[in-house]
């Protein structure tokens, strides 16, 4: 109460003090004009009773002049009028004013001597009179005065009633202030952090439902949002720790955020992780005048974010956003996340012939489908070759900058953008410890040597000490490839190669996701996903549900898909206007013409089979081609009777582990194409050939009609799996391995 009094009587004070000070201008407004009015009113009648004056004065007609005087004395307000000859004397005067003059004598005989014809305000007889005087030219040079005496003491009584409706006004407002005031600290402050207040009690004691407080607009909403991280936070740390005490029960162990960070910390000996990656975790976008921050689509970003968010760091990458460099420091640098920042972001800025050159040429039109065998020509150009040197020159003079005070520092490089990364990281920091994970995969020998640059790109990976896989397979391949295009010493046992005194371990590292961010998206969402009501905003109806989600690309075997779709309509009618496919697909390196042509067709492709089948209020396939943020991916996972990951050639593909994660009710069947190295742990998905269409048409059918049990079973079982091998045990193991490795046999002279 004592600051809603304080906050009363300030706005009281402040509206006193504006009132009073717009009153006395009002007033003194009101005073100049009704003074206006009876200096022009006053002159009007003097000039009028002048001309008259000076003729009955001239024939000394007193008479005349007299009943004139009077007849003055009945104009409004005017009291009347006097006339005086040069030595002051009064000649004649109107009948009601004389007694007036008689008493208030000084007063007049005043302005007579002043000689001057200026009108002044006197009070005469328990009145105001405002003098009028005017001077009359007589012949023979004398002259005459003329006063006019009018009655203004109606003007301080009409001031008066404007400062009394002024105070009157004032009160009223001083109590409707007082009663808004309550009603409003009441209704938007004081209810409203009683309820955060009970939220935050229920919170701790583990009583609250949801993560976001119940208070509302746009006063609260830091708090609100502050609050919701708070409690998101809390909940998590409450999860982990009841999970830590049932694990210790079972004498198990969980990997988990905390347990990363105090892994890392004991590993690495408090030193911080540096990742490396062509795509950034956080990207800022400009909407109108405002500067957003979106998470671009990708597995990596999925599996590394919460790696730095655990570990802290910092992640090099290109810096591809249109408002990117607007947010950024001097170097390039801006902490991320922006709710809770936990790492430093360093953005490398290319331009575009450097990201044209390095990004869409040499690694997408030649890496990509080299590696991928996805039946697309790679293609390899000097020019492209000749920038993609030279942005990973880029690259590792910026790291260099970033581990310049680091002593044996520890770089996670990602992917096949930065082959030659690792060797000149190396020579420049020979005491860096150096890592590359392979998201892709790694073809047989033969395939790879189609690549004109093997050698330099081998040599570049080779300068690692460890080399990271996606599963065995692609381990052996890469040996293979280094066993035919160099010589170099090869330990089969302990895969690893010795190339000039330098010696670079192999090994497969399976990479999972944060088994419980889509729990988190789903908590975020505002109610729990409703299939109706999701379908009802596509403009649709159906009884089952099927989703894939993807970036567009042709390794995601998304027109095998859409066909296996139109087959298993085809081969079972009864789903006709009740199964409906929806595919989420991301847009993806639309500079690329392959890409395009392959846009183009699977747009066409799912016309054709929606005319195919058209009907009213249901479409067999929709098509919803935009950046989907992971909410609302956690949404379609959660209605979906059915997945269907079906890449034509995948290193992993999270996607498969998302929508296992996301399953937390334990409904819904996965269908896994055998060429995604997710198959290799998930197998009890549905393990599909994606060039089989009837086979996959079949899978559908049987994952729609698989008994409940069954279901359950198997999204246990993976989930089990998902769970315990998840990312901060794949990030766990890869530093470990990194940090055990010891420099000195890196230091080998060569045999």
Same mark, same amino acid.
């Given at each position: 109460?004592r600051i809603?009094?304080?906050?009363i009587?300030?706005l009281?004070?402040?509206?006193?003090?504006?009132?009073?000070?717009?009153?006395?201008?009002?007033?003194?407004?009101?005073e100049?004009?009704l003074?206006?009015?009876v200096l022009?009113?006053?002159?009007?009648?003097?000039?009028?009773?002048k001309?008259?004056?000076?003729?009955?004065?001239?024939?000394?007609?007193?008479?005349?002049?007299?009943?004139?005087?009077?007849?003055f004395?009945?104009?409004?307000?005017?009291?009347?009028?006097?006339v005086?000859d040069?030595?002051g004397?009064r000649?004649?005067?109107?009948?009601?004013?004389t007694?007036?003059?008689?008493?208030?004598?000084?007063?007049?005989?005043?302005?007579?001597k002043n000689g001057q014809?200026?009108?002044?305000?006197y009070?005469?007889?328990?009145?105001?009179?405002?003098?009028?005087?005017l001077?009359?030219?007589l012949?023979?040079?004398?002259?005459?005065?003329?006063?006019?005496f009018?009655n203004?003491?109606?003007?301080?009584y009409?001031?008066?009633?404007?400062w009394?409706?002024?105070?009157?006004?004032?009160?009223?407002?001083?109590?409707?202030i007082s009663?808004v005031?309550?009603?409003?600290?009441?209704?938007?402050?004081?209810?409203?952090?009683?309820?955060?207040?009970?939220?935050?009690?229920?919170l701790?004691?583990?009583? *609250?439902?949801g993560? %976001?407080?119940?208070? @509302?607009?746009? =006063?609260?909403? $830091?708090?609100?949002h502050?609050?919701? &991280? /708070?409690?998101?936070n809390?909940?998590?740390?409450r999860?982990a720790?009841?999970?830590?005490?049932?694990?210790?029960?079972?004498?198990e162990s969980?990997?988990?955020?905390?347990r990363?960070?105090?892994?890392i910390k004991?590993k690495?000996?408090?030193r911080?992780?540096f990742?490396?990656s062509?795509?950034?975790?956080?990207?800022?976008?400009?909407?109108?005048?405002e500067?957003?921050t979106i998470?671009?689509?990708g597995?990596?970003v999925?599996?590394?974010d919460?790696?730095?968010?655990?570990?802290?760091?910092?992640?090099?990458?290109?810096?591809?956003g249109? *408002?990117?460099?607007? %947010?950024?420091?001097? @170097?390039?640098? =801006?902490?991320? $996340?922006p709710?809770e920042?936990a790492? &430093? /972001?360093?953005?490398?800025?290319?331009?575009?012939?450097?990201?044209?050159?390095?990004?869409?040429?040499?690694?997408?039109?030649?890496?990509?489908?080299?590696c991928?065998?996805?039946?697309?020509?790679?293609?390899?150009?000097?020019?492209?070759w000749?920038?993609y040197y030279?942005?990973?020159?880029?690259?590792?003079?910026?790291?260099?900058?970033?581990?310049e005070?680091?002593?044996?520092p520890?770089?996670?490089?990602?992917d096949?953008?930065f082959?030659?990364l690792?060797?000149?990281?190396?020579?420049?920091?020979?005491?860096?410890?150096?890592?590359?994970?392979w998201?892709?995969?790694?073809?047989?020998?033969?395939?790879?040597?189609?690549? $004109?640059?093997?050698?330099?790109?081998?040599?570049g990976?080779?300068?690692?000490?460890?080399?990271?896989?996606q599963?065995?397979?692609y381990?052996?391949?890469?040996?293979d490839?280094?066993?035919?295009t160099?010589e170099s010493?090869?330990?089969w046992?302990?895969?690893?190669?010795?190339k000039?005194?330098?010696?670079?371990?192999?090994?497969?590292?399976?990479?999972?996701?944060?088994?419980?961010?889509?729990?988190?998206?789903a908590?975020?969402?505002?109610?729990k996903?409703d299939?109706?009501?999701?379908?009802?905003?596509?403009?649709i109806?159906?009884?089952?549900?099927g989703?894939?989600?993807?970036r567009?690309?042709?390794?995601?075997?998304?027109?095998?898909?859409v066909?296996?779709?139109?087959?298993?309509?085809?081969?079972?009618?009864?789903?006709?206007?009740?199964?409906?496919?929806i595919?989420?697909?991301?847009p993806?390196?639309?500079?690329?013409?392959?890409?395009?042509?392959?846009?183009?067709?699977?747009?066409?492709?799912v016309?054709?089979i929606?005319?195919?089948?058209?009907?009213?209020?249901?479409?067999?396939?929709v098509?919803?081609?935009?950046?989907?943020?992971?909410?609302?991916?956690?949404?379609?996972?959660?209605?979906?009777?059915?997945c269907?990951v079906?890449?034509?050639?995948?290193?992993?593909?999270?996607?498969?582990?998302?929508?296992?994660?996301?399953?937390?009710?334990?409904?819904?069947?996965?269908?896994?194409?055998?060429f995604?190295?997710?198959?290799?742990e998930?197998?009890?998905?549905?393990?599909v050939?994606?060039?089989d269409i009837?086979?996959m048409a079949?899978?559908?059918?049987y994952?729609?009609?698989?008994?409940?049990?069954?279901?359950?079973d198997?999204?246990?079982?993976?989930?089990?799996?998902?769970?315990?091998n998840n990312?901060?045990?794949?990030a766990?193991?890869?530093?470990?391995e990194?940090?055990?490795?010891?420099?000195?046999?890196?230091?080998?002279t060569?045999?």
């Amino acid at each position: 109460m004592r600051i809603t009094f304080k906050l009363i009587v300030s706005l009281i004070m402040v509206v006193v003090f504006v009132a009073i000070v717009s009153a006395w201008f009002n007033v003194r407004q009101e005073e100049v004009k009704l003074y206006e009015d009876v200096l022009s009113r006053s002159a009007l009648l003097a000039e009028t009773f002048k001309e008259s004056i000076r003729n009955n004065l001239t024939a000394k007609n007193y008479t005349s002049m007299q009943r004139l005087a009077d007849k003055f004395q009945s104009q409004k307000q005017l009291e009347g009028v006097a006339v005086y000859d040069s030595a002051g004397i009064r000649i004649v005067s109107s009948s009601a004013l004389t007694p007036v003059l008689a008493v208030n004598k000084e007063a007049v005989e005043t302005l007579l001597k002043n000689g001057q014809d200026e009108p002044v305000t006197y009070p005469m007889a328990d009145k105001k009179m405002f003098l009028y005087p005017l001077s009359v030219a007589l012949e023979g040079g004398e002259r005459a005065r003329i006063i006019l005496f009018t009655n203004v003491s109606y003007i301080d009584y009409d001031l008066f009633k404007i400062w009394k409706r002024t105070l009157i006004r004032l009160l009223a407002q001083m109590i409707l202030i007082s009663l808004v005031t309550l009603l409003i600290i009441r209704w938007n402050l004081v209810d409203p952090i009683i309820q955060m207040a009970e939220w935050m009690k229920n919170l701790r004691i583990g009583d *609250a439902h949801g993560h %976001v407080p119940p208070i @509302k607009g746009d =006063i609260f909403a $830091p708090i609100a949002h502050e609050a919701t &991280t /708070l409690a998101t936070n809390l909940q998590a740390a409450r999860r982990a720790a009841q999970n830590e005490a049932r694990l210790r029960q079972k004498g198990e162990s969980l990997w988990t955020p905390e347990r990363l960070k105090e892994h890392i910390k004991a590993k690495m000996d408090g030193r911080q992780l540096f990742v490396v990656s062509n795509r950034e975790p956080y990207m800022h976008i400009k909407e109108g005048k405002e500067i957003r921050t979106i998470i671009p689509a990708g597995g990596l970003v999925t599996a590394l974010d919460p790696i730095l968010k655990a570990a802290g760091g910092t992640w090099v990458a290109h810096g591809s956003g249109e *408002a990117d460099f607007e %947010v950024t420091d001097d @170097k390039n640098r =801006i902490k991320v $996340p922006p709710e809770e920042p936990a790492y &430093t /972001l360093r953005r490398v800025p290319l331009s575009k012939e450097e990201e044209d050159g390095y990004y869409y040429g040499f690694a997408n039109e030649g890496i990509w489908p080299l590696c991928h065998i996805a039946h697309i020509r790679p293609i390899f150009r000097k020019e492209d070759w000749k920038y993609y040197y030279e942005v990973n020159q880029k690259f590792a003079q910026t790291v260099l900058e970033e581990i310049e005070a680091v002593k044996e520092p520890c770089v996670l490089i990602q992917d096949y953008h930065f082959t030659l990364l690792p060797g000149m990281i190396k020579a420049a920091r020979p005491d860096a410890r150096v890592a590359v994970f392979w998201h892709i995969p790694w073809p047989n020998p033969e395939t790879f040597g189609i690549c $004109p640059w093997q050698k330099e790109l081998i040599m570049g990976l080779l300068g690692a000490d460890l080399i990271g896989f996606q599963t065995q397979f692609y381990c052996n391949n890469f040996l293979d490839t280094v066993d035919r295009t160099m010589e170099s010493r090869i330990n089969w046992e302990h895969f690893s190669v010795q190339k000039e005194g330098h010696i670079t371990m192999v090994k497969p590292f399976p990479i999972s996701v944060d088994f419980q961010q889509p729990e988190r998206d789903a908590k975020a969402l505002s109610q729990k996903p409703d299939p109706a009501t999701v379908l009802k905003e596509l403009g649709i109806k159906a009884e089952k549900i099927g989703v894939g989600v993807d970036r567009i690309d042709y390794t995601k075997g998304m027109l095998e898909r859409v066909k296996a779709v139109e087959r298993f309509l085809e081969k079972y009618p009864g789903y006709v206007k009740k199964f409906s496919f929806i595919q989420l697909g991301a847009p993806s390196r639309t500079h690329i013409p392959q890409y395009h042509k392959f846009l183009a067709e699977l747009h066409a492709e799912v016309d054709r089979i929606n005319w195919k089948f058209k009907a009213k209020d249901w479409k067999a396939i929709v098509f919803l081609e935009k950046h989907h943020d992971h909410k609302e991916i956690t949404k379609f996972y959660k209605i979906a009777d059915v997945c269907m990951v079906t890449s034509l050639h995948d290193g992993m593909n999270l996607v498969a582990k998302e929508f296992v994660a996301a399953s937390d009710d334990h409904r819904g069947v996965l269908i896994l194409s055998r060429f995604a190295g997710a198959s290799r742990e998930l197998q009890d998905a549905l393990i599909v050939n994606p060039y089989d269409i009837e086979q996959m048409a079949d899978a559908i059918y049987y994952s729609l009609t698989m008994p409940k049990t069954e279901v359950e079973d198997r999204m246990t079982r993976m989930r089990q799996d998902i769970h315990e091998n998840n990312i901060y045990k794949w990030a766990a193991n890869l530093t470990e391995e990194l940090m055990k490795l010891r420099m000195d046999d890196f230091k080998l002279t060569s045999v």
